[in-house]
């Protein structure tokens, strides 16, 4: 199956200018795909761009993913109604190493000919004075092509009904020439033909071929996958919390898990295309069983289970699937004393949590006492309370029945610090020795 071809049947392809198809299937193409330098991590709406990249190189062409070092300085004024903090070079560099180690994941950067690789556009841009930019590539293009953009006609709309203060800077208004250039660039030192991105960049790359024909009198191509979505039409990427980031340190991979996990039925046989190479008859048969028995949610644990290990590993995906049993009854002790400290807290996030110093926890008498007054009441507002319920069999602590409610303390600390307490079939409580 042609790289097209493959795209469509996932649902991943939007557009493309004519004879791309024709390009792809004579030689070996090397396509690009910008990436905006912002934060030390891409997130899951980047995920869906980098798999188009990596169906280009399963396809037997050449990934190239630019760095946008010069163009991170600015922002893309595409999608956003107000311009964005600008960030150090430090910074930038910074963020730049973390996008590289991620993009190792999914890329072959050591395959021979057909090598992904990675440039940084602050290479080329670092000594292009204000001056020679303007002469030797702003005279190319006019300001009614760059305003007739998408981007830049919803920024400048906006500013009329809202006032100045939401317009499109100057700054902003470059960008597109900026990106485009990237693309000239490209093409004439590493014969780039094709840019590659979500549908929202259509009018950027555009402006890329548009430069290479006025420039050179060369032809370039453009490919765009569907930009994809959430059910109320954003971006997709993000939960109530915030993106979901690729890096470990900034969504834990019980978290990272759990979200693919959570999806609905129409957004897992949807994604499940877009974000895991199984092929068409596997999706076909996992939809298929889906379908049958919903509630054993065989999309979202499929998705869940390609995605997670592909990201982070097969050992923090075996490790969040026994943390997501903790919460279901499954759980055990040794599941808890199995789970690192980050995921532990990453499970409980939502629930209760009481610090209790060391002091007060060794000289706490009982079960009831620790439950009660040692706990501030936030667990069980007096002892008599905590003696009735563990009486019932409805005190469990690190997964354990409390059978006595007078027994001393003698648990075994999780990561030698905590405790974890279930009030009945449901309440979580997480204590915490200090």
Known sequence: MNLIDELKWRGMFFDAMPGTDDLLKNEMVTGYIGFDPTASSLHIGNLATIMLLVHLQRAGHKP????GGATG???DPSGKAAERSFLSEDALRANQDGIRKQLEKFLDFNAGANSAEMVNNYDWFKDFSFLGFLRDVGKHMTVNYMMAKDSVKKRITASEEEGPASGLSYTEFTYQLLQGYDFFHLYKTKGVKLQMGASDQWGNITTGTELIRRMDG???FALIGNLVTKSDGTKFGKSEGGNIWLDASM????KFYQFWLNLSDEEAEKLIKVYTLLPQEEIERLTAEHKQAPNLR???KALAEDVTIRVHSAEDYRAAVEASEVLFGKGTLDTLKRLPEDMLLAVFEGVPQI???RADYEATPTVSDLLAASTNGIIFKSKGEAKRMIADN????NKEKVQNSEEPLAFELLQNK?????KGKKNYFLIAVN
């Open 64 to 67: 190239m993913a630019l760095v």
């Open 218 to 220: 060369g032809k370039a």
């Open 73 to 75: 300085m600015i922002g």
């Open 394 to 397: 409805g005190v469990s602590i």
């Open 355 to 357: 610090a209790v110093s």
């Open 251 to 254: 969504t834990s991979p019980y």
């Open 418 to 422: 905590y405790l974890v307490v279930q």
């Open 298 to 300: 065989i999309l979202q």
